[in-house]
């Protein structure tokens, strides 16, 4: 079992930012597939970043791309997302997940394990 908890929500101006952390315990791998996801009130989920598993290459959404940064610092078991340049239609309940896989995964259906989520909301 992976357990998956994110922090380093909460509310900010627009043009500001944000870093979340996601950190993993128990069965906890390097080689892990790491993601980030998102879902607003009244929307789906949706794809925002992704990393493969052993780190290395990233992909990101297109509404995203330029503004934020997916990485893992694998010493601490952790996966950061840098968020700049936030944008109003960036609130969302954001959530990480992981995937034993060495690919790279941004379909949600794919990953194993899911956090909990963690609350991002920008102003106007």
């Known amino acids: 079992q992976v357990q998956l908890v994110e922090s380093g929500g909460g509310l900010v101006q627009a043009g500001g930012s944000l870093r979340l952390s996601c950190a993993t315990s128990?069965?906890?791998?390097?080689?892990?597939?790491m993601g980030w996801f998102r879902q607003a009130p009244g929307k789906e989920r949706e794809f925002v970043a992704a990393?493969?598993?052993?780190?290395?290459?990233?992909f990101y959404a297109e509404s995203v791309k330029g503004r934020f940064t997916i990485s893992r610092d694998n010493a601490k078991n952790t996966v950061y997302l840098q968020m700049n340049s936030l944008k109003p239609e960036d609130t969302a309940v954001y959530y990480c997940?992981?995937?034993?896989?060495?690919?790279?995964?941004?379909?949600?259906?794919?990953?194993?394990?899911w956090g909990q989520g963690t609350q991002v909301t920008v102003s106007s």
């Open positions: 990393i493969k598993g052993g780190g290395g290459g990233t």
């Open positions: 128990g069965r906890t791998s390097n080689t892990y597939a």
């Open positions: 997940a992981a995937a034993f896989s060495f690919g790279m995964i941004v379909r949600g259906r794919d990953y194993d394990y």
